[in-house]
């Protein structure tokens, strides 16, 4: 496992354990959809929330939520759409951001809910 995946893997931990403190109830974690990928599908307070991580261990190039691009929601949308279809779900659902910064001890996190929508 690469030096990028084992970052991108302590960030998704550590948003799972954040949204678990905060009420949300996880789903799935890594729900693929051919090459498109879900990183935690979970519920809370009656919405299917579709959950990007993005993990950096510095912010000197960009903030992590910034690499969240057009495309990338696009490729999120799709495969929201198909696990809806799958799963036969019949809840409002919203496109939420987690941010991770691994400085330090503690982790800077930044959730950032309905960070985007599949209107374009």
Do not use: C
């Amino acid at each position: 496992m690469g030096v990028t995946q084992k970052i991108g893997n302590k960030g998704e931990i550590i948003a799972q354990n954040y949204l678990l403190q905060n009420g949300f109830r996880i789903l799935h974690t890594n729900w693929r959809f051919g090459y498109k990928e879900l990183d935690i599908v979970a519920t809370r307070n009656s919405y299917l929330h579709v959950i990007e991580v993005k993990t950096r261990t510095s912010q000197f190039w960009e903030n992590p939520k910034d690499a969240v691009v057009i495309r990338k929601q696009k490729n999120i949308i799709d495969a929201a759409d198909a696990y809806i279809s799958k799963y036969n779900i019949n809840m409002d659902a919203r496109f939420d951001v987690i941010s991770i910064v691994l400085t330090g001890e503690t982790p800077e996190i930044e959730y950032i809910p309905e960070a985007f929508s599949p209107v374009f």
